[in-house]
């Protein structure tokens, strides 16, 4: 029996595709990774796991394993309106020893313990416009968002889209 009384599960089945979102709700457009993650929780994307997280940490290279490609979603203040989408490269960084990992960062260290390049990844940045602690999601932010979420959405809806950007 596992904690709690329940057995656990100890070959979970992972899906070919992860959107891996993260950012901290309590500061303001932060919480735009957590947002669409709460909203692709209630779509039925047959072929993708979710995982959300406040930051990257070394330890995520683990949830990367077994993917046929991943999509970061994070929030940024310098990206486009409503949202930019580029592919990612394995980058050896110093953000792996700081409070805020890149996922170039993390993808270097995914191959460096698996000893093979990691799966191909991408990154869409929503644009967000205040960042304070105890600030709320602006509007312009929540309808970056709202865009943002149906371009994710098309994303995995179209097998053998050519969306993905190269």
């Known amino acids: 029996m596992g904690i709690y009384g329940s057995t656990p599960n100890l070959s979970p089945l992972k899906k070919p595709d992860l959107v891996f979102t993260w950012g901290n709700p309590s500061r303001g457009d932060d919480a735009l990774g957590p947002t669409i993650y709460e909203l692709l929780l209630q779509e039925d994307l047959e072929t993708v796991d979710l995982l959300t997280d ?3 940490q070394i330890e995520h290279a683990i949830d990367l394993e077994e993917r046929d490609r991943i999509l970061f979603v994070d929030a940024s203040i310098t990206a ?3 949202f930019e989408l580029i592919r990612l490269q394995p980058e050896e ?3 792996y020893t700081t409070h805020a990992m890149s996922p170039q960062a993390l993808l270097a260290v995914y191959r460096h313990i698996n000893k093979c390049p990691p799966p191909p990844a991408w990154l869409l940045s929503i644009r967000g416009y205040e960042f304070g602690l105890g600030l709320p999601l602006t509007a312009a932010a ?3 968002s709202q865009a943002a979420f149906q371009y994710i959405k098309q994303l ?3 097998s053998g889209t ?3 950007a190269e």
């Open 80 to 82: 486009s309106e409503p």
């Open 156 to 158: 995995f809806a179209v």
């Open 93 to 95: 960084d110093a953000s």
């Open 142 to 144: 929540d309808s970056n």
């Open 54 to 56: 406040f930051q990257l």
């Open 162 to 164: 050519t969306i993905w």
